[in-house]
C-alpha cells in the first residue's frame, strides 16, 4: 500500500502566514503540520509516500521534507500545479500509485490516534474505499456522509445545505485505484473544483461497497490560524516533558515542557507548560511563557507575558506587554514603545495581517 499526502492548496485561510510559507510546515507543537500525516501513515507501516505539490512554497516543502530519509520514509514528489481540487490533486497521482491501494491524507490535517484502524479495515473487506469520518457540529461545512448500521456508506455529499447526518469527512481515505476511473469523468462542483467527496460517490453508483471507520479521539484541520492555535493546545496536552535544555538558577518551570537541549530559560524567567521551546531559543529574565505556548527556533524573548501562543521561529520580542492566543510568524520583531512620545502603537504590518490591541 502507497500513501498519497495531498499539499497543493494555496492556504489563503492563514494568510498573512502563507504568504510567504506553505501551510503544511506551519509548526504545531515546533513540528510541521505535514510531518504528524507522514508518521501517521510510518506507523500504518506505508513508507513509500507520494506528496502532491501545488505552485504555492514547493521548493521549500521539497528542500525541509527531501527524500524523507530522516523521517524513515520515501517521499516522492508530485506536481499538482494549480489546485483544482482534491479529485484533481488524486488524478495526478495515477503514475506514482501505479495499480496499489493507498492512502490519501490531507496534508494540514492532525489526528491524535493516527490510522491504523482505517487501514486494517480497509484490508480486511472487498471494498473499493474506506473513509474516516467523525461527528461535527456543523457539518454543513464538510463532506457528510450518510452510512448504514454495518458501517457501509450510503451517500455522500459534499457540504450540503441539509446534511444527511452529523458524520463529516476528515479527509483521510483509503482507495483501490478504481477510483482513478471515475476521476476522468468528474464535473466540476459548484465550486469550481473536482471534489473528492464526488468520486467517492460515483464509486457507490458504480455498485463499488465503500467503508466508514468512525475516527475516536480528536481531528483538527489546521487551515485557519485559530485551528493552529487549538492543534497546539491539543498535541501539547498529550506531550511528556523532556527538559533537555538549560534551566538556570533563579528560573522556573512548572508542568510539562520540552526544552530543546541548546536552548535556555534564564534566571527570572517563568515557564508554565504545557509548552515547548525549539531549539538555539532563549527565554530572557521576567518573560512569562505560559500554557500551551510553543516558541519555535532561534527566538530571543525579554519580559514579555506569553499565552496559548505559537511562535514560528527566528523571532526577537522585547516588550512588557502581554501577548496571548498569536500566531506570530517568522522573524518578527516585536519591541516595546516605552518612554516614546507620543504615546501609541507603532506596527510595521503586511497585507491580511490581524491585530487586536
Ligand atoms: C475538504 C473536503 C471535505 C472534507 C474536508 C475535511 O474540504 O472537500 O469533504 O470534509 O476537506 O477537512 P475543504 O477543506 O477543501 O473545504
Redesign the pocket.
Known amino acids: 500500500m502507497k500513501g498519497l499526502i495531498l499539499a497543493g492548496?494555496r492556504g489563503t485561510r492563514l494568510r498573512p502566514i502563507t504568504h510567504t510559507g506553505p501551510k503544511q510546515l506551519v509548526p504545531v507543537a515546533n513540528k510541521p503540520v505535514i510531518e504528524y500525516a507522514i508518521e501517521d501513515l510510518r506507523e500504518a507501516g506505508i513508507t513509500d509516500i507520494g506528496l502532491v505539490l501545488g505552485n504555492k512554497g514547493r521548493e521549500t516543502i521539497q528542500e525541509t521534507l527531501g527524500d524523507g530519509g530522516s523521517l524513515d520514509v520515501d517521499i516522492t514528489y508530485i506536481i499538482q500545479g494549480n489546485p483544482l481540487g482534491?479529485s484533481h490533486a488524486v488524478g495526478c497521482a495515477r503514475d506514482f500509485v501505479d495499480g496499489d491501494d493507498f492512502v490519501v491524507y490531507?496534508g494540514d490535517?492532525i489526528l491524535k490516534q493516527g490510522i491504523d484502524e482505517l487501514v486494517d479495515g480497509f484490508r480486511e473487506r472487498d471494498v473499493a474505499a474506506g473513509i474516516a469520518l467523525q461527528p461535527v457540529e456543523h457539518p454543513e461545512?464538510?463532506?457528510?456522509a450518510d452510512v448504514d448500521e454495518s458501517g457501509m456508506i450510503t451517500r455522500l455529499v459534499?457540504?450540503p445545505d441539509e446534511p444527511p447526518s452529523d458524520l463529516?469527512?476528515?479527509?483521510i481515505y483509503v482507495f483501490s485505484p478504481a477510483v482513478f476511473d471515475v476521476i476522468e469523468d468528474l464535473d466540476p462542483s459548484w465550486r469550481g473544483?473536482l471534489?473528492?467527496?464526488d468520486a467517492i460517490q460515483s464509486l457507490l453508483e458504480y455498485g463499488h461497497d465503500i467503508d466508514s471507520h468512525v475516527v475516536e479521539g480528536w481531528w483538527k484541520?489546521t487551515?485557519k490560524p485559530e485551528d493552529i492555535l487549538e492543534a497546539n493546545r491539543l498535541v501539547l496536552d498529550d506531550q511528556t516533558s523532556s527538559t533537555d535544555g538549560t534551566v538556570e538558577v533563579g528560573a522556573e518551570i512548572r508542568g510539562d515542557v520540552d526544552l530543546d537541549e541548546s536552548s535556555v530559560i534564564r534566571n527570572g524567567a517563568v515557564v508554565r507548560g504545557p509548552a515547548s521551546i525549539g531549539p538555539d531559543s532563549e527565554i530572557g529574565p521576567g518573560t512569562y511563557v505560559g500554557p500551551y505556548t510553543s516558541v519555535g527556533s532561534e527566538t530571543t524573548i525579554h519580559g514579555a507575558h506569553l499565552e496559548n501562543s505559537v511562535i514560528i521561529g527566528n523571532a526577537e520580542i522585547s516588550t512588557d506587554e502581554k501577548i496571548i492566543d498569536s500566531l506570530i510568524g517568522r522573524g518578527v520583531a516585536i519591541g516595546s514603545a516605552d518612554g516614546l512620545l507620543p504615546d501609541g502603537h507603532r506596527l510595521v504590518i503586511g497585507e491580511h495581517s490581524d491585530v487586536k490591541l
Open positions: 492548496g482534491l490531507l490535517n461545512q464538510f463532506g457528510v459534499e457540504k463529516a469527512l476528515i479527509g473544483e471534489e473528492i467527496t484541520d487551515g
